[in-house]
Structures are given as structure tokens and as C-alpha cells.
């Protein structure tokens, strides 16, 4: 199971801090693309860290399941 | 100044000695804000001696600020906050320089100010201010400190230290929006993590000593004491130039007149609610409000003229950067609005 962890605004939209995944796809692509479906998150709206490490959306790659994933977005606040 | 008693305990330090009181004496911060952070920031940096530090912001003190900018009471209500600041902290250390200055950064001013000092601090509560600070920053080649909040949790990082990664590698774009602490809400005790956070920042940065979070977002949760670090890199794909900081940040705003746009071939675009009267009925128009633009940018034609319009012009105005900071290019504010269009229609 891979862990997605949410922050700011994007732990609203989700209603969770964090949940457990089992995709049958290992592309961080496919797997986006659900949860962008699953909480109506637009393109833009976050970035998108794999084991605390910023990824680059365009070279889409593989996660396995001990994997943390982190949707961050900017804040404004202060 | 030097090495008195007021400085000692941090001159003990190992890390610090007198070179280290002397490279604070020595060095230039601008602290970019005077709201939660800047109070939260300015104390610390004025107490440590740092030489010279200038404060920027153009907002005056509000009741709804007293609750975690600790510079201010009620008493200074409705007073330019950077005035208050500026005594308050004189007060606290009367040996070095602190420059207020009572304006909000620009496009226009932003370059001019940073180039005049050697680090700078974002205490802004806007995205779009922060990525004014990150374009200014990095024509100017200074690193800058950022911070910022939602709620509980908070970010913090330095950009372009050392030409390392900006606000732009981390996030290239401004979102849609994000709230500001107004319209999110805050405590106060969270701020003040955010802004100590930095504050540390500016010491090791000046005093070269310990990791820098450079090219390091720390993510901190109030709510859970979880602390968290991410990585990024600098995205060598992006570039800030003069052309693509004028494009970005200064607008001026191109004005026609009712008369001459009725006699072009272009749009009225009327960015009030519905509902507001009077109702101006022309040829080629458009109500879109201008708080729901940005989602409606498909109705609107990106090469012919675009007339803005609403009730006093203040809106028209907030439309007219919208659409110029997203590449229309063909786009007027109408010299009359609603109340003299309807006699003129």
C-alpha cells in the first residue's frame, strides 16, 4: 500500500490528511489522474513530491507500494 | 556599536564571536511587510543587531490585526503601520538603522528596492505579491527568505540563495487562488512559528553558519507538531527576464473612451454582478463578474479589443491586470462606467 499525504488547501479538498493506496498502476501519472477525478483538483493547483523528494510531471514515473507521495500547493497566507 | 553588553550572549557563542556580531552590524535586510510575520520577524532581527533594516508595507494598523502583530495596540489603530513599527523597534534597539517606508511593492518600485539590500524577507500575506518579490529577487540577484500560511501549517524556504532554486522551481505558476489569512483564519501562534522559522533563516544566512533551507520547502503543522522537509531543484527551464517581469508585473493601464471604442470593432465586457443597475444594454457585449473571469477566459477573444467596464472602475481595473497577466492582448478600460454609460446609451 502507498501512502498519499495532503496539505493546505489540498487536504480540504480531499478531506484527509493522508490515505492508503493499492493502484493496480504503478505510473504516478494513472495514479494522479484518479485522484484528480476522485477530489476535483485542477492541473496547476499542486505539485507533486515522491518520497519527499519535487517530481517532474513530465517523465512520468513509477512508484512502489512503501512509496510516500505529497500533494503540496502554495500558501498565501501570513 | 560593538562588542557591548547587549550583544554578549550571542557573542559567546562559538558560532558567532565578534566577526559574526560584525557581519550583522554590517549587513542590509528588507523585510517585505509589516503584517504577522513582519512583526513576528522584525523584533528578533532589531534585538540582534543587525546594521541596517528597511520595512515596507502600505496597509495601516486594524483591530483584526492586534491579535498577532504584537507591534501594535489600539491605540495605533488606522496608523501606517510601518510609522508604529519603526518607533516601536527604535525603541528596542536604538543602535542601528531602521528605513520605513509607507507604500505596497509594485511592479514599478519592487526592483528599485530590493537592489538596496542584500537580503530580503517576505513577509507578504498575497501570491501574487510573492511572486512579484521572487521575479524582483531574482533580476536583482538577492536570496530572499519566504514563509507562508494556511491555517495551522506552514512553508518555509530561501530562494535564489547562491543562485539556487526560486519560488518559480518550486511552484512555477500562480494557482487560481489561494486564501490569505483574512479569508482563511490564523492563530496567532502560528505566525509567530512561521516567522521565528525564518527569522532563523536570516541569522544563519548572515552568519553563515548551519544548512540553509535552500532548495528545502519545511513543511510545519501546528496542529500535529509534524515537521517535514521536501526537495526540489532548480528548473533551469525558467527564466525571469526585464521583458517577461514588465510583462508580468507592470501594467499600465491603456484607457479609451466610450466614443472612440463604439467606433472600433471590439467587445464590452461589463465585469459586475447580474444583478446591478443600472443595466447597460450595447452591441458586442459581455457580463462576466469579475470575481469568475479567470474561469471564463474561453468566452473572450484574445486578439480583438476588449472594453472594460463596471460601476466606479475599480473592478474594471482588477479585470484589466487579469487579463493582461494571462495574455490578452488587445485590452482598454473604458474611461466612463456604468452610471455615465447609461446616459450615454
Do not use: W
Not at chain 1, 495514479?31 to 513530465?58: P, R, T, W
Not at chain 2, 493601464?253 to 459586475?272: C, E, H, P, T, Y
Request: aromatic share 8%.
Amino acid at each position: 500500500m502507498l501512502t498519499v499525504y495532503y496539505f493546505g488547501e489540498i487536504a480540504d479538498k480531499t478531506g484527509l490528511t493522508s490515505e492508503k493506496m493499492d493502484p493496480q498502476e504503478q505510473q504516478i501519472s494513472v495514479i494522479l489522474q484518479a485522484l484528480k477525478e476522485k477530489y476535483a483538483l485542477q492541473n496547476g493547483e499542486f505539485q507533486v513530491a515522491v518520497n519527499h523528494e519535487l517530481i517532474d510531471l513530465s517523465q512520468d514515473l513509477k512508484v512502489t507500494e512503501t512509496d510516500e507521495i505529497a500533494l503540496l500547493s502554495a500558501f498565501a497566507g501570513g | 556599536m560593538g562588542s557591548n553588553a547587549r550583544y554578549s550572549r550571542q557573542v559567546n557563542l562559538p558560532q558567532v564571536g565578534s566577526a559574526g556580531q560584525q557581519k550583522l552590524e554590517a549587513a542590509r535586510v528588507l523585510v517585505m511587510g509589516a503584517g504577522g510575520l513582519g512583526c513576528a520577524v522584525l523584533p528578533y532581527l532589531v534585538a540582534s543587531g543587525i546594521g541596517h533594516i528597511g520595512i515596507i508595507d502600505g496597509d495601516v494598523v486594524s483591530e483584526s490585526n492586534l491579535h498577532r502583530q504584537l507591534l501594535y495596540t489600539a491605540e495605533d489603530i488606522d496608523q501606517p503601520k510601518v510609522s508604529i513599527a519603526q518607533k516601536k523597534l527604535g525603541a528596542l534597539n536604538p543602535d542601528i538603522q531602521i528605513i520605513a517606508e509607507n507604500a505596497y511593492l509594485t511592479g514599478e518600485n519592487a526592483l528599485k528596492t530590493v537592489r538596496n539590500y542584500d537580503l530580503i524577507i517576505d513577509g507578504t500575506d498575497a501570491i501574487a505579491a510573492r511572486y512579484l518579490i521572487n521575479d524582483a529577487c531574482v533580476l536583482a540577484e538577492k536570496p530572499f527568505v519566504h514563509a507562508s500560511i494556511y491555517r495551522f501549517q506552514t512553508q518555509v524556504s530561501v530562494f535564489n540563495y547562491q543562485n539556487g532554486p526560486t519560488y518559480r522551481c518550486l511552484f512555477p505558476s500562480p494557482p487560481k487562488e489561494a486564501p490569505s489569512c483574512a479569508e482563511a483564519g490564523v492563530l496567532g501562534t502560528s505566525v509567530a512559528l512561521a516567522g521565528m522559522l525564518q527569522a532563523n533563516e536570516v541569522m544563519k544566512i548572515i552568519l553563515g553558519i548551519g544548512d540553509v533551507l535552500s532548495g528545502q520547502l519545511l513543511l510545519k503543522d501546528g496542529l500535529t507538531n509534524k515537521q517535514e522537509i521536501f526537495r526540489f531543484k532548480k528548473n533551469k527551464t525558467i527564466q525571469i527576464t526585464p521583458e517577461s517581469f514588465k510583462q508580468e508585473h507592470q501594467h499600465e493601464i491603456k484607457r479609451i473612451d466610450f466614443a472612440s471604442a463604439k467606433a472600433q470593432n471590439g467587445i464590452f465586457l461589463d465585469v459586475r454582478q447580474k444583478q446591478e443597475e443600472p443595466v447597460i444594454n450595447l452591441p458586442n457585449s459581455i457580463q462576466i463578474p469579475v470575481q469568475q473571469l479567470r474561469d471564463e477566459f474561453a468566452q473572450l477573444p484574445r486578439e480583438t479589443p476588449i472594453y472594460i467596464f463596471c460601476q466606479s472602475g475599480k473592478r474594471s481595473e482588477a479585470g484589466y491586470k487579469l487579463l493582461a497577466e494571462n495574455d490578452f492582448k488587445n485590452v482598454f478600460c473604458l474611461l466612463e462606467n456604468a452610471p455615465e454609460l447609461e446616459q450615454l446609451t
